[in-house]
Every structure is written in C-alpha cells, then in structure tokens.
C-alpha cells in the first residue's frame, strides 16, 4: 500500500480513505478495467446493427485495443483470485456483460449465415480468453501498435468463426 500511494502521490492513511482495504483499491482497479471495455464493446456493437460481420470485427478490434492500451489494468484480471466470493460474484457478472455481447453478436451472424460454428457461447469464450491474454503479454516497446496487434486478431477471430480474414496488409 505504501508503494501504490507513494505512486499516486497520497499518504497512505489517505488511500484508506478512499478504499477501505487492499480488496477494495482492487475492486475499484477491475471495475474500472471492465467498465472501460463493457462501454466499448458495447459501443462497438451499436455502430453496425445489422452486420454482424462488422459488429464482430468492431468489438473484437475495440477488445484488443483495449487490452493493448490498458495492458496494465487488463493484467490485473488474474488478481480476481483475490476477490471475495462476493466481490468476485459482483466481478464475474460485469465480465459476463463482454461475454454476452459478443455472443450475440457471433448467434446473429450464425443466424444470417454470416459465421459457420457449432457453438456460439464457447467459441465467444474461447475468443475472449485469447484477446484477454493480450493484457498478459503485450508491451508498447514490441513490434506490433496495438492497432497492428488488433487487425491481425481480428482476422484469426474471423477465422474461428468460419468467415473469411481481412487480409489487408
């Protein structure tokens, strides 16, 4: 706690004012991580509403972005372990908002004949597992922008789903 104040510029006595515990700076770090991207997911779904293609390609792009921009706050979704079972209910349900919008988004394309895969819900969560993992690894000193790292995820994630890649290197 000494550390996380020192760097916020804070006494530590004025952290725990503002969060009651080190669980409660950690909640406020992953709501405000899953907040962030529920909004652009979200907002990236509405742009296109009636093409799943384009919805799909815009949330996985608006996912990845995210995870590359915010690498640091994405890491933090493997402190959820951390959480009490509450919080971690409370936690789970705001992640739950991603996963839903995604998988809408990949049943209407089934619907349409747009994407060709036997299970939506599991492919949306396979999906996600491998933008989430992006918050894990990435580092802006790499070889890929994130918008670079986003359009080639967009074309493996239109590949899982049985539409054919972007391709436009």
């Known amino acids: 706690m000494r550390q996380i ?13 503002h969060h009651e515990n080190k669980e ?15 909004w652009r997911v ?12 384009e919805q799909f390609v815009s949330v996985i792009e608006a996912i990845v972005l ?7 706050l994405a890491a933090l979704d493997s402190e959820m372990r951390y959480l ?17 919008v995604l998988t ?11 994407f060709t895969l036997a299970d939506p819900v599991e492919t949306s969560r396979a999906l996600l597992g491998m ?9 802006p000193d ?4 994130p918008e670079e790292l986003a359009e080639r995820y967009v074309d493996i994630a239109l590949m899982t789903v049985g539409a054919h890649p972007r391709l436009q290197r």
Request: proline share 6%; hydrophobic share 35%.
């Open 5 to 17: 104040a020192r760097r916020v510029g804070m006494t530590v006595p004025a952290l725990y004012y």
């Open 24 to 38: 409660g700076l950690l909640v406020a770090l992953l709501e405000l991580g899953t907040g962030e991207v529920a």
């Open 42 to 53: 979200r907002s990236a779904a509405d742009e296109h509403p009636d093409s799943p293609r």
């Open 66 to 72: 995210h995870m590359a921009y915010r690498f640091r």
């Open 84 to 100: 009490s079972p509450s919080n971690r209910r409370r936690y789970g349900a705001r992640r739950k908002d991603v996963e839903n």
């Open 104 to 114: 809408a988004v990949i049943e209407s394309g089934v619907d349409k004949g747009v």
């Open 131 to 139: 933008c989430q993992a992006v918050g894990r690894w990435y580092h």
């Open 142 to 145: 790499g070889p890929l922008s």
